[in-house]
């Protein structure tokens, strides 16, 4: 450690609240709250003081490695106001804090101590708040960059973490319309950096995703190799309930993580922990394992497709409703009867939304009173 090293230390935040404030019933979904904390890093110098401020554009040099060699990561994370207004949640943050620093570590940007950005969170939660109106929820973007002035093509020796917030509509009250990528749009291999929230993993599929969307479908179902390989929706983790055609037992299917090419969701993650829990004991398997796009032709079919849907920070629980497959067929996955979720999908959404909205007490759900 360099001599005079800085760590980060949320305890010195420097705080400058706005002299406008916003009316939050102004605003339009995708709108941006009124602060930002930003903190700066060098490797000689470490962590500057972290400054919560009011929103403004950013000023970094043109020749930044962020600018140049995509040197960015970020994350997607909510705060969810209770139903009666006196507190805000936010939903296994370190789980989240781990996954960005797994994210620099892959560009070489510098690791975040997670007791401190937790920290600067539940300040800027607590600066925030009135944006976010009881039984919803804004949408937190932490972010780290790579800022050094430099355009030789090097570990960037300077960096910027900065946490933003949204207002974000709900995404999940619609059944999707998912269409299989071609053979030439791929989203990530082996070996290369699909498990990483960098900026480079988003933009590169911008093509796909206008055409699909120019289509009419929703979302990207991204595919891999020659047999088709399923792994992930749009931007989301894709779960696929499949009948087992030999034991009769349904299989709760999502692409394993040990493939490296899909992002480890803290959805995900609570999704399959939660349906282990719940399905104990009984007919049903919950596997992570590379499954095909013609192991769910063949499955719809033969009348074996019980439901599929996808899980994120947006979207949260997100139930399928189409499949169009290489072959232009469309697939027809079945819907709830009662509601569009289904049975497995129901059970996520339901246990999951009762901590983070703060109904039940639990060690995923991170409580800020105010």
Known sequence: MTIGYQELNADTLKIKTTSNPTDPN??????????????????????????????????????????????????????YKSEDGKSVQMFRPRDNIARLNDSAARICLPQLDADQVIKLLEVFLKVEERFIEPGHYI????????????????????????????????????????????????????????????????????PANTECVKAG?????????????????????????????????????????????????????????????EFEGQEVDVVEREFSIGELEKAEAEGRLVEAFSVGTAYFVAPVETIKIPTGKDLSVPLGKETIFGKYSTVAKSKLGDIMWGRVDHPWGHRIPL
């Open 139 to 206: 949408y937190l973007r932490p972010l780290l960059m790579g800022t050094e002035p430099n355009l030789g093509f090097r570990t960037s020796r300077e960096a910027k973490f900065i946490i933003m917030a949204t207002l974000f509509p709900v995404l999940n009250s619609k059944p999707l319309k998912l269409f299989c990528s071609p053979p030439t749009a791929i989203r990530a291999w082996p070996g290369g950096f699909g498990y990483a929230k960098l900026g480079a993993n988003y933009a590169p599929t911008l």
């Open 217 to 277: 479908f929703s979302a990207v179902l991204w595919l891999l190799g020659e047999n088709g390989i399923v792994t992930e929706a749009g931007t989301s983790n894709f779960f696929a309930v499949v009948k087992n055609a030999e034991t009769g037992r349904d299989e709760i299917l999502t692409c394993p993580l040990s493939t490296g090419v899909i992002l480890p969701g803290v959805t995900r993650r609570s999704v399959l922990e939660v349906l282990r829990n």
């Open 26 to 79: 102004t605003l339009a979904q995708g709108a941006h709250t009124d602060h930002t904390i930003e903190v700066s890093w060098s490797e000689s110098a470490g962590w500057s003081q972290p400054e919560l401020k009011p929103w403004a554009p950013l000023s970094i040099d043109p020749s930044a490695s962020v600018l140049h060699y995509s040197v960015t990561c970020f994350e997607g994370m909510k705060a």
